[in-house]
């Protein structure tokens, strides 16, 4: 059975860092799609990084690009979002996410639909 739990989440000032962790069980980092998307309320899901954890290219929105960092530990079978410079806007419930579907052609890492396995999510709120 597949599992992903997130944590380090919190309350930060504009400015600050946080960094995401999802521990993943039932799959192997290192031979998986990982992503980290998220959501604020009124808002649709939105992809923020995500890469093939085999080596493929790490993709982020426009949006981070520059300030947020997707990486793994395949050891811990672990996957981290590092976020700097934080900004109210990004202000939402982060998931993680997996998939072990190495056929199927999306185009992108950052589409919901890319991933079959989803964590509960940790919520991230900066302040001004």
């Known amino acids: 059975q597949v599992q992903l739990v997130e944590s380090g989440g919190g309350s930060v000032q504009a400015g600050g860092s946080l960094r995401l962790s999802c521990v993943a069980s039932g799959v192997a980092v290192g031979r998986i799609f990982m992503g980290w998307f998220r959501q604020a309320p009124g808002e649709e899901r939105e992809g923020v990084a995500g890469f093939y954890t085999g080596g493929g290219t790490k993709s982020y929105a426009a949006s981070v690009k520059g300030r947020f960092t997707i990486s793994q530990d395949t050891a811990k079978n672990t996957v981290y979002l590092e976020m700097n410079s934080l900004k109210p806007e990004d202000t939402a419930m982060y998931y993680c996410?997996?998939?072990?579907?190495?056929?199927?052609?999306?185009?992108?890492?950052?589409?919901?639909?890319?991933?079959?396995?989803w964590g509960r999510g940790t919520q991230v709120t900066v302040s001004s």
């Open positions: 996410a997996a998939d072990s579907r190495l056929w199927l052609v999306t185009g992108t890492t950052l589409a919901p639909q890319r991933y079959s396995y």
